[in-house]
């Protein structure tokens, strides 16, 4: 069984999420906006959907959708009664029917991303993925991908601005050698 994202991931995924409502200039592109509204409202054979998703649950990417919403809801929990604190007992009452459609919402989530999916692979690539992500081999990957990515993040911000600061020094020798100082 895939490991559950990691806290910080799933608190990352549901400011992510709450970001549309918090600050409605931080919203994407018009561009991003189309392509995925094209891409939700594309037809896709039910079977080629199944299959898209089923690879989603393989490869564990289903758990940030499941992981996000206890957090949006402990998220309002704690911002909605620390700023109206005479609406804590309303304010439970509201999350209880909150958190009672948060499985829709999340089923919903992942629709969503199948559909990506199913349409950049066909069902024989699908099928293939989804093969060896339940193979053994693919488990023992699936299950080691959340501690790799908890140290392949840190990293690549480490390692770009440590390939920036080499590329710029090497740019600027070249630079020197052609008689420009930088």
Avoid: C
């Avoid at 700023?83 to 304010?91: C, G, H, Q, S």
């Avoid at 009672?100 to 559909?115: F, L, M, P, T, Y």
């Avoid at 299950?143 to 993040?153: G, K, Y």
């Amino acid at each position: 069984m895939p490991k559950p994202v990691s806290l910080i991931r799933s608190f990352l995924l549901a400011a992510t999420l709450l970001a549309p409502v918090a600050a409605p200039a931080q919203q994407v592109s018009k561009e991003t906006m189309d392509e995925i509204q094209k891409a939700l409202q594309a037809p896709i054979v039910p079977s080629h959907l199944a299959l898209a998703t089923d690879v989603l649950k393989a490869s564990g990417m289903i758990t940030m959708f499941q992981n996000a919403m206890p957090n949006v809801v402990g998220s309002l929990r704690v911002n909605v009664t620390r700023t109206r604190p005479e609406l804590a007992r309303d304010i439970e009452e509201a999350l209880k029917v909150v958190e009672a459609e948060q499985g829709k919402i999340s089923a919903d989530g992942v629709s969503g991303a199948a559909r990506f999916l199913a349409q950049r692979l066909n069902e024989a690539e699908l099928k293939e993925i989804n093969t060896f992500l339940t193979s053994p081999a693919g488990k023992k990957y699936v299950e080691a991908l959340p501690a790799f990515m908890d140290l392949v993040v840190p990293y690549l911000e480490i390692w770009s601005q440590e390939a920036g600061g080499r590329m710029m020094n090497l740019f600027q020798q070249e630079m020197t050698k052609r008689g420009h100082k930088l």
